[in-house]
């Protein structure tokens, strides 16, 4: 008899949690007022977080947030002149930005809104580009993958 899939992922989830001797979203220690993570990714010692409060994002007008963290320290990482624009995806096509207005709620703390439209693909595909100044003074840009049902 086969097991259910989301009973052999609770499975494989426990084990991971019970290896690593901690919950697992303490990789990600996000608060209850950011939401849930939509997509991350580590560059260089900074990792970014996309969240939102359902942890996804829909056809329409949608907030969210971006948050910087300290790869070693999992502080809140300084970074300055943060942007993000979507950009969906239509087979090996990217159309047109859609950009975001951000505000700064804190240290390495960005919230925002933005308006995807109509969704013609379900699922729609986007890249979500981060672009931010490091403490350094260095530009970065990351490339976030994103699914909007």
Do not use: W
Request: with cysteine.
């Amino acid at each position: 008899m086969k097991q259910p899939k989301i009973a052999s992922l609770i499975a494989v989830f426990s084990f991971v949690a019970l290896t690593l001797g901690e919950p697992l979203y303490a990789a990600f220690p996000v608060s209850t007022s950011t939401g849930a993570i939509i997509a991350s990714k580590r560059t260089r010692n900074v990792e970014i977080v996309l969240t939102s409060d359902s942890g996804k994002l829909t056809g329409g007008d949608n907030s969210f947030c971006v948050l910087f963290q300290s790869v070693e320290t999992r502080d809140s990482a300084d970074v300055r002149n943060v942007s993000v624009d979507f950009r969906q995806l239509v087979g090996k096509l990217q159309e047109e930005p859609i950009r975001a207005t951000l505000t700064q709620d804190g240290v390495g703390h960005y919230c925002g809104e933005i308006n995807l439209g109509r969704q013609y693909y379900t699922p729609s595909s986007y890249y979500a580009f981060v672009r931010y100044t490091d403490a350094t003074g260095k530009q970065r840009r990351a490339r976030l993958y994103v699914s909007v049902k």
